[in-house]
């Protein structure tokens, strides 16, 4: 039973978010990321284990997504089925005979297959297997960038080896446990992203770059993404990673996102009809940023592509959430986003009222000790 459990656990963990969320916006998501066929497969086995009333079950799936590299915390969520087999060894059976679907056991030999490579404590190890991946994958694109450039060009089946080298490389660094090691083999495989698919792919480095907890190793990752925000279907690649953003686990990931995209979002300023989409949803995006400080910052990077009615509100959601910030530092700081786009008797009344306020705080005489 614990094999079970583990192997549920195993076929279920990348859509974890998704389960949780349950939306009907969850589940496009999710489809485009797994497959609609693997995605139905792995909500029909999700929606058997919460069947049985376990609250402890769901909880177990909402830490993991807020920790998705913690080998303990997804022992939790093992533990949490094994006791619901054990609890009624004919759901076990039951949730058994869903595992030997054919589908389901080829995705879990794959995932198993991957977790032995990776199984190596030192990291070198898994970078060194990464690499392997990468240099075959890199060998087969020059292979194919040489055929471009003759008449005939390269064949279906180089390109199609190259694709499949691609998203099995991109599987790879995706599934690195190590956050640092994660992001250099995404920052390493990012920058060769291309095809049909170009989209789909950088939306999965984005998805497993998300996850990293450390902000510079993220960042690495993120940097390596910006190359492809500008040139030819710039903006459906934008958009697609605005419609991402409620998925993003950490504020601070999502204001780095957010910072990456913003000045792409339209090179000449001008809020036109064709950017207007965009930095509406790029307004939804800041408006989930949790962090006050951030969400100012976040608001006060977008209030440049905006005019008329619509910049005016949002310099007043940022100057009324900057003066509402109780830290009087980090408050000054936030004030200091706005001031650039006060004028007048507006500025007087807000970001410099305020900055005052903070002044005559700090300099009022602290009384003596006796």
């Known amino acids: 039973m614990n094999q079970l459990a583990q192997t549920v656990t195993d076929f279920i963990e990348p859509v974890i978010p998704y389960l949780v969320i349950g939306s009907k916006k969850a ?5 485009k990321r797994v497959g609609p066929e693997v995605w139905e497969l792995e909500k029909k086995l999700w929606e058997k284990l919460c069947s049985r009333v376990r609250p402890e ?3 177990a799936a909402r830490d993991l997504i807020i920790a998705p590299s913690d080998p303990e915390l997804k022992q939790v969520m093992v533990r949490e089925i094994l006791k619901s087999f054990e609890k009624d060894p004919d759901f076990a059976k039951e949730i058994s005979a869903s595992m030997e679907d054919e589908l389901i056991r080829k995705l879990t030999a794959e995932q198993r297959m991957t977790a032995f490579q990776q199984s190596p404590a030192d990291k070198t190890g898994v970078l060194e297997e990464f690499n392997k991946l990468l240099d075959e994958f890199v060998a087969k694109y020059s292979i194919v960038q040489k055929s471009e450039r003759l008449e005939a060009g390269p064949c279906k089946e180089e390109i199609m080896e190259k694709e499949a080298l691609m998203q ?3 599987d790879f660094a995706s599934r690195i446990q190590y956050g640092d090691a994660r992001s250099l083999a995404l920052s390493l495989l990012v920058p060769h992203l291309e095809g049909p698919g170009k989209q789909e792919l950088i939306k999965k480095a984005l998805s497993s770059a998300s996850n990293i907890h450390d902000e510079a190793e993220r960042a690495v990752v993120l940097s390596s ?3 492809h925000l500008s040139g030819p279907g710039k903006e459906e690649l934008i958009e697609d990673i605005l419609d991402f953003a409620p998925y993003i686990q950490y504020g601070d990931t999502k204001f780095q996102i957010f910072s990456s995209l913003v000045p792409h979002l339209d090179v000449s300023g001008n809020y036109v009809s064709g950017n207007e989409r965009l930095v509406e949803k790029a307004l939804e995006m800041a408006s989930g ?4 400080y951030l969400r100012v910052q976040a608001l006060s990077l977008l209030i440049p592509y905006l005019k008329g009615q619509r910049k005016e509100e949002t310099i007043e959601q940022a ?3 900057a003066s509402n910030i ?7 700081l936030a004030l200091s986003f706005v001031d650039p786009y006060l004028d007048g008797a507006g500025k007087e009344e807000g970001v410099e009222g305020n900055l005052v306020q903070d002044l005559s705080f700090n300099e009022q005489p602290k009384s003596k000790m006796n």
């Open 27 to 31: 589940a496009e998501e999710a489809g």
């Open 57 to 59: 079950l769901k909880e």
């Open 168 to 170: 099995k490389t991109l």
């Open 225 to 227: 993404l910006v190359p």
């Open 289 to 292: 940023i949790q962090s006050e």
């Open 319 to 321: 100057l009324e959430l």
């Open 326 to 332: 109780k830290d009087k530092n980090m408050r000054s």
